[in-house]
């Protein structure tokens, strides 16, 4: 599976930004979807998840700011991101949970990042 992010950028505190994420390859592995972050100088950090079922959840420091969803029949997976702050700079990976045909786990896929900054 290979995971390719997209819409990250430079926006002022209080602006928006929707983040893409498409997945290729044998998608019928793949269960849960997430983005992660990871500031500088720190250790990277759930952001929200979302299971095959469309089940969100989040992260304290984004709750009611951020929005996952996922498009299973285009293989994408979205972070619609508000009020934006400055604390937000940082990298965003989206990540996958691989699952054999059995149900066997198989590891986690991670895209290549995309850097979001927020500044004014």
């Known amino acids: 599976v290979q995971l390719v992010e997209s819409g990250g950028g430079l926006v002022q505190p209080g602006g928006s930004l929707r983040l893409s994420c498409v997945a290729s390859?044998?998608?019928?592995?793949?269960?849960?979807m997430g983005w992660y972050r990871q500031a500088p100088g720190k250790q990277r950090e759930l952001v929200a998840t979302?299971?095959?079922?469309?089940?969100?959840t989040y992260a304290a420091s984004v709750k009611g700011r951020f929005t996952i969803s996922r498009d299973n029949a285009k293989n994408i997976l979205y972070l619609q991101m508000n009020s934006l702050k400055p604390e937000d700079t940082a990298v965003y990976y989206c990540?996958?949970?691989?699952?054999?045909?059995?149900?066997?786990?198989?590891?986690?896929?991670w895209g290549q990042g995309t850097q979001v900054t927020v500044s004014s």
């Open positions: 990540s996958a949970s691989l699952w054999s045909a059995s149900g066997s786990f198989e590891g986690r896929a």
């Open positions: 390859g044998i998608i019928a592995s793949i269960n849960d």
């Open positions: 979302i299971n095959n079922g469309g089940v969100p």
